[in-house]
């Protein structure tokens, strides 16, 4: 149900669409997004103590996988409680000044997953295909730099599109088609002009979208040549392994951000609108988890060396 504000200039709040107007599966969604958040954030936590504790773990590899832990751990934060608190208590309303901050750190935390991602495929590619020159390429004065350039960029890229965004007037309709605030769908109940906004959109979403994805899938071309080549089927069997799951993870997360933000604005109000944002604001983080430590014989080894401490100091 769309609330017209005809008598207001803007809008001094929003209501955010619920995943139900049925009051048990509200209680339903809520306890189900609780279950993600709370798995979601002990995965990563988790994988950040292992890559920290473990001194074997501490290689270029492991300091990004530590770093997209933490940012994921933050990432679920930003949107997930508040959705599950509001189903549960079925509030929707949110304040221009918390949408604004959702719409930063959204995109921010977007931005720099996707860059990071990126860099995690340079350095598997100079793991593997450059392996002599790999410690002086990928040392941790460079790890380091290259973190900080995609948190940096990431700050900028978020700080640009919320202030384009929040200078406009929203006076048709204070309902965000969504279950979190993003630029999408406050472009579409703005009463101020927004071309401007959906081409600088969509230009940057193709750019570090597609501009990522095709650095990571030039990175893994390469990688799988040269895997093929390894004489070993042991040594390309461990590469694959290593390489399979980041690829899985990037097409979900690139595919679906680049999906909704690069979609034609429509009035619907249906559950579609709601689907693909999942797809890259929460799947991604609680999936990364999963896959890096199910699938890393290291991680999984470090992990039961850190139970059997912890038993044998009880």
Do not use: W
Request: a positive charge; proline letters at 4%; hydrophobic letters at 45%.
């Amino acid at each position: 149900t769309s609330l017209k504000m005809s008598n207001f200039t803007s809008a001094t709040e929003f209501l955010l669409m619920g995943f139900s107007d049925i009051r048990e599966l509200q209680i339903l969604y809520s306890f189900l997004l609780f279950l993600i958040y709370c798995a979601g954030l002990m995965g990563n936590l988790l994988i950040v103590i292992i890559t920290t504790i473990d001194r074997r773990l501490h290689t270029p590899m492991y300091f990004f996988l530590r770093n997209l832990a933490m940012l994921d751990a933050c990432y679920l934060s930003i949107t997930v409680p508040q959705a599950s608190f509001n189903s549960l208590v079925n509030n929707r309303i949110i304040s221009v000044t918390g949408c604004a901050a959702q719409v930063f750190l959204v995109l921010f935390m977007a931005y720099v997953e996707v860059t990071l991602l990126t860099v995690m495929a340079r350095d598997r590619y100079m793991a593997i295909c450059h392996p002599l020159h790999y410690p002086v390429i990928m040392s941790p004065r460079v790890c380091l730099q290259m973190t900080l350039t995609c948190l940096l960029t990431g700050l900028v890229y978020a700080a640009f599109h919320t202030g384009y965004t929040f200078r406009l007037s929203f006076c048709h309709s204070n309902v965000v088609h969504q279950f979190f605030c993003d630029i999408p769908s406050l472009l579409r109940i703005s009463c101020s002009d927004t071309f401007s906004n959906k081409l600088s959109l969509l230009a940057s979403a193709l750019l570090v979208g597609v501009g990522c994805y095709g650095f990571i899938t030039a990175s893994y071309v390469r990688i799988f040549s040269t895997v093929l080549k390894f004489p070993v089927k042991e040594d390309q069997k461990k590469a694959f392994s290593t390489c399979i799951p980041h690829i899985s993870v990037v097409s979900l997360f690139v595919i679906s951000a680049t999906y909704v933000y690069s979609q034609p604005p429509s009035d619907s109000e249906s559950l579609k609108d709601i689907i693909p944002s999942v797809f890259y604001t929460v799947i991604p983080p609680f999936l990364n988890p999963i896959i890096y430590s199910l699938r890393n014989k290291q991680i999984k080894d470090a992990m039961r060396i850190l139970i059997k401490r912890t038993i044998n100091k009880a």
